[in-house]
């Protein structure tokens, strides 16, 4: 008996150091921001949720709180924004170099946005021209390049209501096609007034990998890299996440009498196979006949079922983890804690830009419909992506502006 009070002693204590460590070290991760984990076991799954930080430094407004499901952005963010040069008259910029310029009001959700800077981007490279942007472009939430002060980014702000008048002033080119390559696209053809910048008017949503890949896979990633901040958030999340699991696993051994080995963080980071899996179920796709009747569709159970099984037969070698973001937790928790065994790790940040970049840290994607998904899957880390092969709707609207193989990249699984 008195040994038995001893070994436990021993075991509480060492839990102890070890949580202390973790947790000096997860901070350490999280640099300057403070983060805020709360994690509640149901039925092997996990909750995150992401706080703001007591000092907020340089925030651009504070309008509401962060929309989901595609709506549009504001700069609400609880992390420092690099302040930029905004050129307040086309006439100041540089005449020497040409532009491009679109409408980056089309659709402002961060995924539609992120298709339109990719595509923009290496087409401006392709001419050897630079990118301009609105200065109230949301990307600068989440990107550490589109912060930069000087030109390295390859990209200029332009204060927003004078490209607004710009683009109502001047025609240029329209790509209908949301999600359809088109190789044709010719700029810098018209006549431009002299001693004036020459800038191309470039309009359309560009959803298409093929735009910027394979030659600009690269460039386009690096273009993608996460703010500090940002990562610090995602990074928190899911080092508390694997502490979590760790240390339940470490308590099913000491129940079960097997012999405890205590491992650094850096050890049992390793005994897990993370699966980033977004979940698109808000209103404007369940609810919305528009939407609907265009040719959206919801990602059944089934399918995500189908996505998680193939993983867990799979992946034998480490215990699988499913790390889930979604505009519709409560009917995620219902239908995956229910119907699919498995550890979950539902993600509740708060900011979009932090949800995308924890699911991007994962080993493997499952995705749904909707482009902030399919960037899920582009910029994860891992090399498998599966994706709903029944989208969109046969015979509908946007089937007929949608080429699969254009939208999706071979490499990737549908089912």
Not at 262 to 281: A, K, W
Request: charge should be positive; glycine fraction near 6%; include cysteine.
């Amino acid at each position: 008996m008195f040994k038995n009070k001893v070994r436990n002693i021993l075991i509480l204590g060492n839990l102890a150091m070890i949580s202390l460590c973790i947790y000096v070290w997860t901070r350490s991760k999280a640099r300057d921001i403070r983060y805020h984990s709360v994690i509640k076991s149901v039925s092997g799954s996990s909750s995150v949720g992401y706080s703001s930080p007591r000092h907020r430094g340089h925030v651009l407004s504070q309008n509401r709180t962060f929309p989901r499901g595609g709506d549009s952005l504001t700069f609400d963010q609880p992390w420092q924004i690099t302040p930029i040069k905004v050129f307040t008259s086309f006439d100041k910029l540089d005449k020497n170099v040409k532009y491009i310029v679109s409408n980056f009001t089309y659709s402002p959700g961060l995924g539609n946005l992120m298709f339109q800077f990719a595509s923009l981007r290496a087409l401006a490279v392709q001419h050897k021209a630079t990118l301009i942007l609105p200065s109230n472009c949301l990307l600068r939430r989440a990107f550490a390049p589109l912060t930069l002060t000087h030109n390295d980014s390859g990209v200029v702000f332009v204060k927003a209501t004078v490209v607004d008048r710009y683009l109502k002033d001047h025609k240029g080119i329209t790509v209908n096609d949301c999600c359809r390559y088109n190789a044709n696209i010719s700029v810098f053809n018209a006549e431009y007034e002299k001693d004036l910048p020459q800038v191309a008017v470039v309009n359309g949503y560009f959803q298409s990998y093929k735009y910027f890949s394979p030659e600009y896979t690269g460039f386009i990633k690096k273009a993608f890299t996460f703010l500090p901040h940002v990562v610090g958030a995602a990074d928190a999340i899911l080092e508390n996440a694997k502490f979590k699991n760790w240390n339940n696993d470490l308590k099913q051994d000491e129940e079960q009498g097997n012999d405890i080995v205590v491992q650094l963080p850096e050890e049992f980071s390793s005994d897990y196979f993370y699966v980033g899996i977004h979940v698109r179920h808000g209103i404007d796709l369940t609810m919305h006949s528009r939407n609907i009747k265009h040719g959206h569709v919801v990602a059944p159970g089934d399918y995500y079922s189908r996505a998680m099984k193939y993983f867990v037969d799979k992946i034998t070698h480490k215990k699988v983890i499913f790390v889930v973001a979604s505009d519709d937790l409560p009917w995620v928790r219902k239908t995956f804690v229910s119907n699919v065994p498995g550890q979950f790790i539902f993600v509740n940040s708060g900011h979009r830009e932090v949800d995308l970049a924890t699911l991007t840290l994962c080993n493997a994607s499952i995705i749904s419909t909707g482009t902030f998904s399919w960037w899920s899957g582009w910029l994860n880390r891992g090399t498998e992506v599966v994706y709903f092969k029944d989208w969109p709707a046969s015979d509908s609207q946007l089937a007929a502006q949608v080429d699969k193989d254009d939208y999706f990249p071979s490499s990737w699984i549908a089912m």
